[in-house]
T-cell receptor
Framework: SAVISQKPSRDICQRGTSLTIQCQVD?????MFWYRQQPGQSLTLIAT?????????ESGFVIDKFPISRPNLTFSTLTVSNMSPEDSSIYLCSVARKWDHEQFFGPGTRLTVL | AQKITQTQPGMFVQEKEAVTLDCTYDTSDQSYGLFWYKQPSSGEMIFLIYQGSYDEQNATEGRYSLNFQKARKSANLVISASQLGDSAMYFC???????????????FGQGTILTVHP
């Protein structure tokens, strides 16, 4: 298994500001992903964080709004930019190793935008 | 495209009884994996069990078992001897395994809220 930490665990932010969420894994992983869970909804994939290159975004998500970095095999950040109340969600980091069927999630960052 | 359907928005079960949470899926892939996660009110996603599309035996992990019926494209989660701590949201998810561009991406169902009564 992998131990994943996320910072911050929760935050309350003002409209128009930005928040950067950190995801740290205790061991090297092949793949890192960022998911969003809006209130009362299921999880939706935002993007795949690629080490040393630009993230791969899913339909409906763009780099200007959700810039992602992944400088190495154990760390990634997601920034939620120019926030609006619609961005209020739980943001979850997920990791997987290629050829390993297990896929784990961090504890999540609960974001409220006022 | 992959799709996961969980038709039970909420389920109730008596403590110590068994409960089955339904999950059906749709995919044109031959190689895929099916997952179940538990999400308590704290929001964390707890991995419960995994079934590969080529696994002949149903997966089991302690009190959790996965009833995999490939021809029916169903992957139901069975929780035996329910406990009060099992009350949570449960998500079924699927992942392509073939190594294409969508490798590793999980597609989730809408979830089932399970309430265990004492």
């Amino acid at each position: 298994s992998a131990v994943i930490s996320q910072k911050p665990s929760r935050d309350i932010c003002q409209r128009g500001t930005s928040l950067t969420i950190q995801c740290q894994v205790d061991s090297q992983v092949t793949m890192m992903f960022w998911y969003r869970q809006q209130p009362g909804q299921s999880l939706t994939l935002i993007a795949t964080a690629n080490q040393g290159s630009e993230a791969t975004y899913e339909s409906g998500f763009v780099i200007d709004k959700f810039p992602i970095s992944r400088p190495n095999l154990t760390f990634s950040t997601l920034t939620v930019s120019n926030m609006s109340p619609e961005d209020s969600s739980i943001y979850l980091c997920s990791v997987a190793r290629k050829w390993d069927h297990e896929q784990f999630f961090g504890p999540g960052t609960r974001l409220t935008v006022l | 495209a992959q799709k996961i359907t969980q038709t039970q928005p909420g389920m109730f079960v008596q403590e110590k009884e068994a409960v089955t949470l339904d999950c059906t899926y749709d995919t044109s892939d031959q190689s895929y994996g099916l997952f179940w996660y538990k999400q308590p009110s704290s929001g964390e996603m707890i991995f419960l069990i995994y079934q590969g599309s080529y696994d002949e035996q149903n997966a089991t992990e302690g009190r959790y078992s996965l009833n995999f019926q490939k021809a029916r494209k169903s992957a139901n989660l069975v929780i035996s001897a329910s406990q009060l701590g099992d009350s949570a949201m449960y998500f079924c998810a699927m992942r392509e395994l073939a190594g294409g561009t969508s490798y590793g991406k999980l597609t989730f169902g809408q979830g089932t809220i399970l309430t265990v009564h004492p």
